[in-house]
């Protein structure tokens, strides 16, 4: 470089630039806090939920499973969880803290409805107080509340909040029901608010818990948004808080005692969580051993149970002292626990009827068993406390005892305990659109333009949205050619087997677990004897033969009629049939065998025989024998034929095109 360009040379700094984070004054604790609660009152109530905040395609009525997450900074309780997170962390953390599990889970537009009502039901059941009798809901200020008021107030809430709140050492607070009003008292005030909720003590497991079910209002009748946060840390916080409060800070000696006990426990315990936290990558080196009695003893812990883990193929030994976890070990231990639970409650309801079962009888099913059971429900119960479907134990006529969850509480409305069902997975109903399809197919090939023209001509389409209906169609083939149903040749010809109803019906009941219940009796065994309806276990011997039903020979041997069940089916329904002909003031005409009936599917009935629909046509009604595929018809026209004691029900078939 020259002289002359050194010359020229003349540097312009420009703006300082804010691209690059600068270190900044380090603020007060004071200052902080002011700005923590200056950002808490300009956040909007009606922003999300934490980390489940709810979006418009959230269907009604679901489940949202709450959980933390990064950046969760609106809703109640936010002040709290900042406070707690710029003071030292969560106090429930620390060692001698009482520990307390605390589950939660988010309604959406809980309302009235049946399900609403049998969680609060369920909750409230037999033997779940200390005394084995009735749980008893309370509130903050009623010993006795009344739970239908609760649902009343909450009928238009658009959402709901359910916890379980567990404290580990739960059996020596003093009082339960005290300890949860301290706790939703700290909760209100933690987030700035009053709430409606009511409660149910259980004391029918190990550990005494507490159903809480909190409204989703505030005291304003604002809806209720509590940071996920909160929901996730702090209500355990201030729940372990009040145990610590009561019972003292837990000693050392008995978190050894407690660490100690989870060594050879079938579950995913505290050791196995401290070991997969700090397992670089899934390996473990324990061969040194610390100088300081505390990690002396965490690694003889840590230690034996691996030992334990390695007999169960969930830990491999490399070299003395060095582990490697099983990539599986956390989801198998979890479905161990959940298997070891069902089976002990499994013998519970065994126990309870005098029963005893070899444990390789039982049969653990998650959702409709792949082939019916039929037998009698020793038990049922929510599938999980804070959602509302049910679970059901049967004791079945195959020799095995059937637990099978996630029934859909409707389903089993009408059976109770010891009534006699059939369960099973939903029949597989065949679509409107897919008859339409096969039907507006011409050689195996549908044309989506031809069924455009076809729905213009015949102008039946709700709306007048033409294309969008032919567009539903075509997704509905896309859909099914995923699962080799159906061949796409180009976007105006779509190649369709000749056999498309049914496999598509059989697809769609394939993906829908939802188990189909058939009550067979409402009563149990005991109570069938004697009655004069067609029961499912009939022993009634002589009361055959006093009918005229059945003869007796010399050797003592009962000879019944020729087609005996259904002429005391015709006899019961025929019964029923003048009963409710009385109340209706329509005159009731018994179907023949072979008749096609058709007319307003308008009502059930239970009789002793089975469960029969209310079909009415004209100035007269019939029964006939009810199957669940007609629910949906409930007040429309329906038309079946009566073969054999049984309906083939046939439905979508009216004219015209629908989906």
């Known amino acids: 470089m020259s002289t002359d360009d050194e010359d020229r040379f003349r540097p312009k700094p420009g703006r300082i630039r804010s691209d690059t984070p600068r ?46 997450g990064k950046g969760v900074k609106r809703g109640r309780g936010a002040v709290f969880v900042r406070t707690r997170n710029l003071g030292g962390g969560w106090h429930h953390r ?8 605390v589950q939660q889970r988010y309604i959406l537009n809980p309302g009235m409805g049946r399900k609403a009502q049998s969680h ?37 809430d658009r959402h709901q909040f359910r916890l379980i709140v567990s404290p580990e050492d739960g059996a020596e607070l003093s009082d339960l029901t005290a300890y949860t009003r301290d706790l939703m008292g700290r ?162 309801s065994l126990a309870a009827d005098g029963l005893e079962r070899d444990p390789l009888t039982l049969r653990i099913h998650e959702g409709a068993p792949a082939s019916s059971v039929t037998g009698r429900v020793l038990d049922k119960y929510l599938a999980n406390e804070l959602g509302d479907n049910l679970t059901v134990v049967v004791d079945g006529i195959d020799g095995h005892t059937h637990h099978i969850a996630n029934v859909d509480p409707m389903q089993l409305e009408d059976a109770r305990i010891g009534s006699v069902i059939e369960i099973g997975r939903a029949e597989a109903t065949a679509r409107t659109s897919d008859r339409t399809i096969a039907t507006i197919a011409e050689d195996g090939i549908y044309r989506p333009s031809r069924h455009l023209e076809q729905a213009k001509f015949e102008g039946r389409v709700p709306g007048g949205d033409y294309e969008g209906y032919v567009d539903a169609h075509v997704r509905r083939l896309e859909a099914l050619r995923r699962v080799g149903i159906g061949e796409r040749v180009d976007a105006e010809q779509w ?80 019964r029923v049939g003048v009963e409710i002909a009385d109340r209706k003031a329509l005159p009731f005409r018994a179907a023949t065998e072979g008749e096609t009936v058709s007319g307003k599917f308008t009502g059930t009935v239970r009789l002793l025989s089975g469960k029969f629909a209310i079909v009415e046509k004209g100035h007269e009604f019939t029964l006939l024998p009810w199957r669940p595929v007609i629910d949906r018809q409930l007040g429309r026209e329906v038309m079946g034929v009566v073969q054999g004691g049984s309906v083939s029900w046939q439905l979508g078939r009216q004219r015209g095109i629908n989906i």
Do not use: C
């Open 23 to 68: 270190a900044g004054k380090t603020k007060s604790f004071l200052t902080q806090a002011k700005k923590i609660a200056r950002q808490q009152r300009r956040t909007s109530p009606r922003v999300g939920f934490g980390a489940a905040a709810l979006t418009p395609a959230t269907p009604a009525g679901s489940h949202v499973v709450l959980s933390s």
């Open 94 to 101: 620390q060692p001698g803290a009482r520990r307390v599990m």
């Open 120 to 156: 609060l039901r369920y909750i409230q059941r037999d033997g779940t107080s200390r005394d084995g009798e009735r749980g008893q809901l309370y509130s903050r200020t009623e010993d006795r509340a009344d739970g239908d008021a609760f649902l009343e107030r909450g009928r238009d």
């Open 187 to 348: 909760m209100e005030a933690d987030l700035g608010t009053g709430l409606d909720w009511v409660a149910v003590n259980h004391y029918n497991t190990g550990h005494p818990h507490v159903h809480v079910i909190v409204r989703g209002k505030d005291e304003l009748r604002q809806d209720l948004v509590i940071n996920g946060d909160y929901i996730v840390h702090g209500v355990r916080e201030r729940a372990s808080e009040l145990a610590t409060l009561e019972l003292g800070h837990v000693r050392e000696i008995e978190q050894s005692r407690k660490l100690t006990a989870e060594i050879d426990q079938d579950r995913f315990t505290r050791i196995d969580r401290a070991m997969t936290e700090e397992a670089d990558g899934r390996f473990l080196d324990l061969r040194h051993e610390p100088g300081e009695p505390k990690r002396q003893f965490e690694r003889t812990l840590r230690l034996r149970r691996l030992s334990k883990l390695g007999r169960m193929g969930l830990a491999t030994e490399h070299a003395p002292g060095v582990w490697e976890l099983n990539e599986r070990l956390e989801p198998t231990l979890r479905e161990l626990s959940e298997r070891g639970d069902i089976i002990r409650t499994m013998q519970k």
């Open 495 to 574: 190649r369709i087997p000749d056999d498309l109803v049914s496999r598509a019906a059989a697809y769609d009941a394939g993906r829908d677990r939802q188990a189909s219940v058939r009550v067979l009796s409402a009563v149990d065994l005991e109570r069938q004897i004697g009655s004069d309806g067609a029961t499912w276990l009939d022993r009634r011997s002589e009361h055959h033969v006093e009918q005229g039903d059945a003869t007796r020979a010399r050797d003592g041997r009962v000879f019944y009629r020729r087609n005996l069940l259904a002429t005391l089916r015709e006899r019961e329904v025929a």
